[in-house]
């Protein structure tokens, strides 16, 4: 009985360790790298098996004309587009965060691998998209799923760079700590997909008339609605810096007059 009872702390402390550990961040990279390879090549596979327009069908019912009976499948082109820009924005994201890193650890490593997971449905959130574009019922839970992956892709990336700051001495670079000139950035760049698709799930249970077609433009827009964002932000602070630089001038230059003034200069 005594025994175990010291044998159990001990575990848990062994446990604790070995999720503290150092992991290989070129790796953790590369087998990032190679899944959000193979998921845009899954989303180009089934787009260019399933969405292709047949030769007979193009002669018959478009009277030849190829652009007609691609315009049919607009709705499954968008989805795609939407779902690719999707996957492209969660890697950059993960390719900012790690960048940041100095040092990766087994948790990390454990929380990277369970945002690859949902990542990974991304082809399985397009295809449903695509498939249920025109039926009411159907389309409103195929955006829910399609939110609820996303949210998980986004949300575990987020939890890896919580768990870099727990720890931000040994695995942060100096600028992307707390007070770091690209905290904030990096701070939003993790909140945005989480907060988008966690909003886009509940404005689905309020309006019934949420479509997959606005589902999709708005996950087109959202870099370049960040990207303007940050070029706004980026002037602004220059703006701020130039204008106090200003004032600092002024009052350097009053400071120089005042010490050139004789004493009575300065009482008159």
Not at 205 to 219: D, G, I, N, R, Y
Request: charged residues 20%; aromatic residues 14%.
């Amino acid at each position: 009985g005594q025994r175990g009872e010291e044998e159990e702390p001990h575990s848990l402390e062994t446990f604790t360790f070995y999720l503290s550990e150092p992991l290989s961040k070129e790796r953790v990279e590369a087998f990032s790298d190679g899944v959000y390879a193979i998921v845009a090549t899954l989303l180009i596979l089934d787009i260019c098996e399933d969405n292709v327009p047949d030769p007979r069908e193009v002669e018959e019912k478009f009277h030849g004309s190829l652009l007609e009976a691609l315009s049919e499948y607009g709705p499954n082109y968008l989805a795609y587009f939407g779902s690719f820009v999707t996957i492209g924005l969660l890697w950059f994201v993960h390719h900012s965060l790690f960048l940041y890193v100095t040092k990766a650890t087994r948790l990390m490593g454990l929380l990277n691998i369970l945002s690859l997971a949902f990542i990974g449905g991304l082809p399985l959130a397009y295809q449903l998209t695509s498939e249920f574009a025109e039926k009411s019922h159907n389309e409103i839970e195929a955006i829910q799923v399609s939110c609820v992956i996303t949210f998980f892709a986004s949300i575990f990336q987020f939890a890896i760079w919580t768990t870099a700051l727990l720890n931000e001495e040994e695995t942060l670079h100096a600028f992307a700590r707390y007070g770091g000139k690209e905290h904030a950035f990096m701070f939003a760049k993790l909140a945005l997909y989480p907060c988008v698709s966690l909003g886009a799930f509940f404005v689905t249970c309020l309006l019934s008339e949420f479509s997959t077609a606005v589902f999709h433009l708005m996950q087109i827009v959202i870099p370049f609605a960040f990207l303007a964002l940050r070029i706004f932000v980026r002037i602004s602070l220059t703006a701020i810096k130039s204008v106090m630089s200003l004032s600092r001038r002024k009052v350097v230059l009053l400071e120089e007059e005042e010490a050139c003034l004789s004493p009575n200069e300065m009482l008159s």
